[in-house]
């Protein structure tokens, strides 16, 4: 398996412009996360998804954040419109549910980095 | 609720020498313990887990973690630092009963030095 894809790598875009991240998870596993990694926060959990449903979204810092899961094999996260302090590293991860809740492997993507001028 | 705390942002050790990066976590219940590493530009890769069994946790690259509930510890140990061991490790925490949901601590950077 290639491992949880993610794109762009790198995206550089306005203020004010809208942002869409895309994620691949690994095929079979039925929970994907979002992460964004800032120097000030660290790593810190958006929303993530079980079987392709929203499950928790506390993390999301704003109604201009919004994520979507409409298939197992792909999800965005969108950012409308997008400003400055959003520049962060943004992480996608995908997890298979073995025995049990919470022993879980998260495998991560090589992050998406948005700069938002 | 869980929280991790790690001890020291920036470690610098020679090459050769021990490494031992400390976690200290808070939970309500006996938690899942987590190491992972993150490489400049790469995400992050899982060096070794604590469920449940023995307490001291082999994982890969000659890591290990050793999980002290007396203490709520699971600090990470390497006896020789390989100057390819430069990254950043970030300790995590997931709680027992729910799904794989994780709070990561701040990170710890390690510099391998010759």
């Known amino acids: 398996d290639a491992g949880v894809i993610q794109s762009p790598r790198h995206e550089v875009t306005e203020m004010g412009q809208e942002v869409t991240l895309r994620c691949k998870p690994i095929?079979?596993?039925?929970?994907l996360f979002w992460y964004r990694q800032t120097m000030m926060r660290g790593l810190e959990l958006l929303i993530y998804?079980?079987?392709?449903?929203?499950?928790?979204d506390s993390g999301m810092p704003e109604d201009r954040f919004s994520a979507k899961m409409p298939n197992a094999s792909f999800s965005t996260l969108k950012i409308q419109p997008s400003e400055p302090r959003d520049s962060a590293v943004y992480f996608c991860a995908s997890s298979p549910t073995r025995t049990g809740w919470g022993n879980t492997e998260a495998f991560f993507g090589q992050g998406t980095r948005l700069t938002v001028v | 609720a869980q929280s991790v705390t790690q001890l020291g942002s920036h470690v610098s050790v020679s090459e050769g020498a021990l490494v031992l990066l400390r976690c200290n976590y808070s939970?309500?219940?006996?938690?899942?313990l987590f190491w992972y590493v993150q490489y400049p530009n790469q995400g992050l890769q899982l060096l070794l887990k604590?469920?449940?069994?023995?307490?001291l946790v082999k994982g890969i690259n000659g890591f290990e973690a050793e999980f002290k509930k007396s203490e709520t510890s699971f600090h990470l140990t390497k006896p020789s630092a390989h100057m390819s061991d430069a990254a950043e490790y970030f300790c995590?925490?997931?709680?027992?009963?729910?799904?794989?949901?994780?709070?990561f601590g701040t990170g710890t950077r390690l510099q391998v030095t010759l």
């Open positions: 998804f079980n079987n392709n449903v929203p499950i928790d």
């Open positions: 095929s079979g596993h039925d929970y």
């Open positions: 939970s309500s219940v006996p938690p899942y």
């Open positions: 995590a925490v997931s709680l027992t009963g729910t799904a794989s949901k994780l709070t």
């Open positions: 604590y469920t449940t069994g023995a307490t």
